[in-house]
């Protein structure tokens, strides 16, 4: 039966804050309270209030599941034009239907269980987006905004709608999809909902422009450019439109009033939606407008076109949708890029003749070995979209139109003329003409520096010796060569001053951090332990200077740069990719490309890299700017592959009855660990542990022996990939033992047991990998469960927990103790379980970048 009908309203509101989440009474696995949610409802809705476009603002705070699904109808009924839904509070994603980690939204009540169930959760592509999108009284907008963990899983959902949908509905993503952001304090509103509001309300704070959805994603992705999501990545929000979804306006710049001169009293504002120079004259008859549907009609046509700088509908960009570019890079060289993509959507090279852009682009980054690979032996994965195998959309990302590598090597390595890349793609670059040019530089806490005579012209084998003079205990350290291209250059320099299995024996840190690049890297010394910053320099790209003083700030370690002569520098290109099966578009998107390289080539592309710190390509400074070769990276990967040795890991499969339910399926037990085995090379050593028992004797049966399998690698010979198919064979004929229970406790301690230790540890990495549903971690009381969690901090073999339950990894929960102790990581159902075990799998195998 429903309830009085709703006034209707062009444009409305609706946010939704879910910030408690804790039932009445004791009872295990509930969800946390989110104060910083409750904030965000009150500044929110003041903002929107006062910013004047919405003309109903409406809130439901902790709303349970049948309150917000009659709500959401209500208002998609009752709104004519613009429809903005918010949503903040707990979100998880399922694994277990088999598709790509459908995102839950978390509403009053709801709480985590054992098993498949989803109390108190809500589907967001059944429940929500597909509401949004039905009923006969639609409004002509949609924008849905979505401030929860996993918020970018919401994407896949609007990617398989049709186009007329895509166009009536815009999203905006507090952050890329498998990733938890933290909610901040509890005195102010979460970090991404605080820079909404700083955008959207009205004055001096916002970007200074209408605030369309594009304008409002590009203020975010600026505000959460030093922000990490709880895994340690960029924290970068996402955003999902289509033609005239990126231009409706959720606050239109305010117009200068005319000067009252020295006698006349103030000029009332003019209104919210007041846009020069034509619509002054007539303003007093808005009023009478807003009555005549079709001349509101008229009006919301021309605010939503974005035409404020022509001269009126006439010139609406309604009819103009810009194309969108996708642009991939270097994690370092990320926002340098971002940046100057800023500078080239707002200047006149991207302006149409009714003043209009023409283009959109979008930045996102991905690993530097992982994108050449990509590029030079998956093509046809990455053409197809396959969802078997590597495919590189889930790994590095969408197709690209252009890629800006760091380094011209990288660009080089990346061609496959000798196989059928040609056939799929081309890979368009000019190396003899780089955007920029960058040195690297050693960073080192002033104590420790040369005089400022003796900080350039010489090698890094006798910088690091100066260093060392000073300090006994200094060290350098550098990122990961596999993410970025300025740590694999400074790899190449360091593996000139000692051999490359001392110099990574020295790079090991206390735990496992996964992929980290130049910028993480000074942000977490400036962030981190004093000490360690006082004694530590860091071989970097000369960009990255800025970055550590302003993670620094005041109080943080002051560091000078010296200038190694013999260690090889950046200089990012423009690479035009061309994807041969995209013909739709292919002129259009080739101008588009055009202008792009041509402006980032012009005096106003040049500034904005000098200004990220970048050098001219033409340089004739004294710092050394030899760039680092494709056969130096080629080189310097293999010996970094070979220094870190073959690594040790330890599968404990739960192979208990419970585990029945979890074994089969695209996210089931079988096909996650025979992803994960996909990644090893011929020779690490691996074996697979069946962890199932029935109270007597030894916790566990053996799948497959620890040894060398072979490798599925494309680089590996027909006789290892046979070995790895064998021994995939093996793993995959196992079933549950459906009377058996798991002593998952006594399984753990004899993998940590069998594991080198003291001098028998050769440096090899090691790694154990459980993957259960948690059915049996009741069989540890406390006191074991602590025990168990000693003996894996004191073993310092780092211990992936897998948990097919979606609170495995909650605070305070045995799986997260284990990874915690051990320094390695705790994954539950919440994230892409296959994916992120593979990622972490890579780190210590040598099968794959």
Not at 322 to 334: I, K, S
Not at 654 to 677: F, H, K, P, T, V
């Amino acid at each position: 039966m429903s309830g009085p009908e709703r006034p209707r309203a062009a444009r409305r509101a609706l946010i939704v804050c879910v910030s408690d989440y804790a039932p009445e009474g004791p009872q295990a696995d509930v969800l946390g309270d989110i104060a910083a949610v409750g904030k965000n409802l009150t500044a929110l809705e003041g903002a929107l209030r006062e910013g004047g476009v919405f003309t109903a603002v409406e809130s439901l705070s902790s709303p349970d599941i049948r309150e917000f699904e009659q709500r959401i109808g209500e208002v998609r009924d009752s709104t004519d034009e613009l429809l903005l839904v918010y949503f903040a509070g707990h979100g998880i994603v399922d694994t277990s239907t088999g598709e790509r980690s459908r995102l839950l939204l978390g509403l009053g009540g709801a709480k985590i269980e054992h098993g498949p169930a989803f109390p108190g959760w809500i589907h967001w592509e059944d429940k929500v987006l597909n509401r949004l999108r039905a009923g006969q009284h639609r409004p002509r907008h949609t924008v849905v905004v979505l401030d929860c963990c996993y918020a970018g899983n919401a994407a896949a959902a609007w990617d398989k709608l049709e186009p007329p949908d895509q166009r009536r509905i815009s999203l905006l993503l507090a952050v890329q999809q498998n990733q938890r952001i933290d909610a901040g304090g509890s005195a102010t509103p979460t970090p991404f909902t605080a820079l909404l509001i700083e955008a959207l309300a009205p004055g001096d704070g916002g970007p200074g422009e209408d605030v369309t959805v594009g304008v409002l994603h590009r203020h975010l992705v600026a505000g959460l450019e030093d922000a990490r999501t709880v895994a340690g990545k960029e924290w970068v929000p996402q955003l999902r439109w289509e033609e005239t979804g990126e231009q409706a306006v959720l606050l239109p710049k305010r117009a200068p009033g005319p000067d009252p001169g020295p006698e006349s009293g103030p000029v009332p504002a003019p209104p919210p939606w007041y846009r020069p120079p034509w619509l002054p004259p007539r303003r007093h008859l808005v009023t009478a407008f807003l009555a005549v549907s079709t001349a509101l009609a008229l009006l919301l046509w021309w605010i939503t076109s974005g035409a404020s700088a022509g001269p009126g509908p006439a010139a609406s960009c309604a009819h103009h949708p810009p194309l969108e570019l996708r642009v991939l890079t270097d994690p370092d060289l990320a926002p340098a890029v971002r940046r100057a993509v800023d500078g080239f959507v707002a200047s006149k090279a991207n302006k149409d003749g009714d003043n209009c852009r023409r283009t959109g682009v979008t930045v996102y980054s991905a690993g530097s070995a992982e994108t050449v690979e990509a590029f030079r032996t998956q093509y046809g994965e990455w053409a197809r979209g396959s969802s078997s195998g590597f495919n590189p959309v889930g790994s590095v990302g969408p197709q690209p139109d252009v890629w800006i590598p760091a380094s011209s090597a990288s660009a080089r390595r990346a061609q496959d003329e000798t196989g059928n890349q040609p056939s799929v793609l081309s890979l368009e670059f000019d190396g003899g003409r780089p955007l920029a040019r960058t040195p690297l530089v050693l960073l080192v806490p002033e104590p420790l520096a040369e005089p400022e005579g003796g900080r350039a012209g010489r090698g890094l084998a006798e910088l690091t010796t100066a260093l060392r003079g000073k300090a006994e205990e200094a060290e350098i350290r550098r990122a990961d060569p596999r993410h970025t291209d300025a740590a694999l250059a400074a790899t190449a320099g360091l593996y000139r001053t000692d051999a490359p299995r001392a110099v990574e024996k020295r790079q090991h840190e206390k735990s496992r951090s996964g992929p980290v690049g130049g910028r993480d890297l000074v942000c977490r010394l400036a962030k981190g332990d004093r000490d360690t910053d006082r004694r530590t320099a860091v071989l970097v790209a000369e960009p990255t200077v800025d970055r550590y003083r302003s993670c620094a700030g005041q109080t943080g370690v002051a560091r000078v740069a010296e200038y190694p002569d013999d260690v090889p520098g950046l200089d990012p290109v423009f690479v035009h990719v061309r994807w041969n099966d995209a013909r739709r578009d292919e002129d259009e998107r080739d101008r588009a490309v055009g202008r792009f390289r041509d402006w980032l080539a012009s005096e106003d592309g040049r500034k904005a890299l000098r200004e990220e710190g970048f050098r001219p390509s033409s340089s004739s400074s004294s710092a050394p700017l030899r760039p680092l070769s494709a056969g130096e990276a080629t080189d310097t990967l293999e010996k970094y592959r070979q220094a870190n040795a073959a690594g040790r890991v330890r599968f404990l499969l739960d192979s208990s009855g419970s585990m029945n339910r979890w074994w089969d399926g695209a996210n089931g037990a079988r096909e996650i660990l025979a992803q994960a085995m996909g990644r090893f090379g011929p020779d690490d050593t691996y074996g697979v542990w069946g962890v199932a028992s029935e109270g007597s004797g030894p916790p566990y049966s053996e799948l497959l022996a620890f040894g060398a399998h072979g490798s599925s690698s494309r680089a590996a010979g027909k006789d290892e990939q046979d070995r790895a198919a064998a021994a995939a064979r093996k793993v995959a004929a196992a079933t549950p033992g459906m009377s058996l229970e798991a002593d998952i406790g006594g399984a753990l301690r004899a993998a940590l047991d069998g594991m080198p230790r003291g001098t028998e540890d050769d440096g090899h990495p090691q790694l154990v990998v459980l993957l259960t549903d948690d059915e049996d971690n009741g069989r540890l009381d406390a006191a074991r469960g602590d025990d168990l969690v000693k003996l894996a901090g004191d073993r310092r073999v780092p211990v992936v927990v897998v948990s097919f339950d979606s609170g495995g990894c909650l605070a305070g929960r045995l799986d997260l103790r284990l990874a915690e102790a051990s320094g390695g990581r705790c994954l539950d159902a919440r994230g892409d379980l296959a994916k992120e075990l593979a990622a972490e799998v890579a780190q210590v195998a040598q099968g794959h970048p």
